[in-house]
């Protein structure tokens, strides 16, 4: 069974750093790309960034690039996403989210969200 | 503002069709397949439809999604109270991103 569990959510200042983790099990992580996708709160669902099953390709949306860096460790199974200068429109609830391939392209797609942690940047 | 537009409610009585629009563009689902995701309420949304028209597994076939050209629907014939959810239409776009709808808001009357 797929699972992800997201981590490292919390309140953060403007102008603060967080880094949150997806510890993924149940399949093999290196062969597939994996993505987070956060939901401000009452919000839809936006794209953040993507990354191929190696690490070697990575994706940003435009809001975040520069700002946030994704990157995996696969001997450990996990998900990163380190984010800086976070805004107080950062604040959402951020999903880990697999891929059904290893290329990080328009073939492939989610397949299994995590639950979910909550980011919250204010004063 | 949503790459993908999506009308923000839709709703129907037990046992009625709903169906749910997606519209895009030539870079995204003009060129591209279609997903639908189902979010229930306080949970993580769930792959219903990938490759614009194929039901993931489990999903029943109450649930179809079809496509032409820039836009994309999904249909829930034999509406039930479990479907009352919010339902996002995606998409890759040839930016190199993947792009979301704004969601749909399912009401069962």
């Known amino acids: 069974e797929v699972q992800l569990l997201e981590s490292g959510g919390g309140l953060v200042q403007p102008g603060g750093s967080l880094r949150l983790s997806c510890a993924a099990s149940g399949f093999t992580f290196n062969d597939y790309a994996m993505s987070w996708v956060r939901q401000a709160p009452g919000e839809g669902l936006q794209w953040v960034s993507g990354i191929s099953g190696s690490g070697g390709g990575t994706y940003y949306a435009d809001s975040v690039k520069g700002r946030f860096t994704i990157s995996r460790d696969n001997s450990k199974n996990t998900l990163y996403l380190q984010m800086n200068s976070l805004r107080a429109e950062d604040t959402a609830v951020y999903y880990c989210?697999?891929?059904?391939?290893?290329?990080?392209?328009?073939?492939?797609?989610?397949?299994?969200w995590g639950q979910g942690t909550l980011v919250t940047v204010s004063s | 503002q949503s790459v993908l537009t999506q009308p923000p409610s839709a709703s129907g009585t037990p046992g009625q069709r709903v169906t749910i629009s997606c519209s895009g563009s030539?870079?995204?689902?003009?060129?591209?397949?279609v997903y639908w995701y189902q979010q229930l309420p306080g949970t993580a949304p769930k792959l219903l439809i990938y490759?614009?028209?194929q039901r993931s597994s489990g999903v029943p076939d109450r649930f179809s999604g079809s496509k032409s050209g820039t836009s994309a629907s999904l249909a829930i014939s034999g509406l039930r109270s479990e479907d009352e959810a919010d339902y996002y239409c995606?998409?890759?776009?040839?930016?190199?991103?993947?792009?979301f709808g704004g969601g749909t808001k399912v009401t069962v009357l």
């Open positions: 989210a697999k891929d059904y391939r290893y290329y990080y392209d328009s073939y492939g797609y989610v397949d299994y």
């Open positions: 030539s870079s995204n689902i003009g060129s591209n397949y």
């Open positions: 490759r614009s028209n």
């Open positions: 995606a998409g890759w776009d040839d930016s190199l991103k993947w792009v």
